[in-house]
T-cell receptor, first 111, second 116 residues
Framework: KQEVTQIPAALSVPEGENLVLNCSFTDSAIYNLQWFRQDPGKGLTSLLLIQSSQREQTSGRLNASLDKSSGRSTLYIAASQPGDSATYLCAGISNDYKLSFGAGTTVTVRA | ETGVTQSPTHLIKTRGQQVTLRCSSQSGHNTVSWYQQALGQGPQFIFQYYREEENGRGNFPPRFSGLQFPNYSSELNVNALELDDSALYLC???????????????FGPGTRLLVL
């Protein structure tokens, strides 16, 4: 059974600072790992998907890495902006085809 | 916008009642998954349907049931509501059920259910 943990639970930074969000998982046989963004009371928006054969994915200011051997993924957000304030969730898919989510990291970027 | 819609957006029920939540997937998506997200937690997998058949189930009791229709719509039914069923219910659609091909799931905005 896949267990996903995200640390820290909350993070507050001044605008312009780089963000580092951590995700760890227990089952190294994951098929892929996804990072999502969730605004308060809203659904999930997919940010990046890393397949098991890949080590990282990039989209604009976002970069996500995946290390299956250590069971870790990291989401980097460069030059943070107040609009980046949200909850960030990571989720992995294993051979049971379901997404297993962490509890999320709530980010506040102060102007 | 993901093209996935859910209705209603909010719902209030009392304990013991039954509720039906609806989801409309992106056209062509044969797979729909339902998740329950309690306040302050990550979403928990309820079940998945692929081509109108249940294709996997999480740790939820049988009073949680679902249906998927040929027109890319689906339902989540919950009987005998309990207070702990209060949560945001999310549906997600994709072409195929497996994540091994880099398949992402597209989430709807959710239905917020409050059980009193």
């Amino acid at each position: 059974k896949q267990e996903v943990t995200q640390i820290p639970a909350a993070l507050s930074v001044p605008e312009g600072e780089n963000l580092v969000l951590n995700c760890s998982f227990t089952d190294s046989a994951i098929y892929n790992l996804q990072w999502f963004r969730q605004d308060p009371g809203k659904g999930l928006t997919s940010l990046l998907l890393i397949q098991s054969s890949q080590r990282e994915q990039t989209s604009g200011r976002l970069n996500a890495s995946l290390d299956k051997s250590s069971g870790r993924s990291t989401l980097y957000i460069a030059a943070s902006q107040p609009g980046d304030s949200a909850t960030y969730l990571c989720a992995g898919i294993s051979n049971d085809y379901k997404l297993s989510f962490g509890a999320g990291t709530t980010v506040t970027v102060r102007a | 916008e993901t093209g996935v819609t859910q209705s209603p957006t909010h719902l209030i029920k009392t304990r013991g009642q039954q509720v039906t939540l609806r989801c409309s997937s992106q056209s062509g998506h044969n797979t729909v998954s339902w998740y329950q997200q309690a306040l302050g937690q990550g979403p928990q997998f309820i079940f998945q349907y692929y081509r109108e058949e249940e294709n996997g189930r999480g740790n939820f009791p049988p009073r949680f049931s679902g249906l998927q229709f040929p027109n890319y719509s689906s339902e989540l039914n919950v009987n005998a509501l309990e207070l702990d069923d209060s949560a945001l219910y999310l549906c997600a659609s994709s072409y195929e059920p497996s994540g091994r091909y880099g398949e992402t799931q597209y989430f709807g905005p959710g239905t917020r259910l409050l059980v009193l």
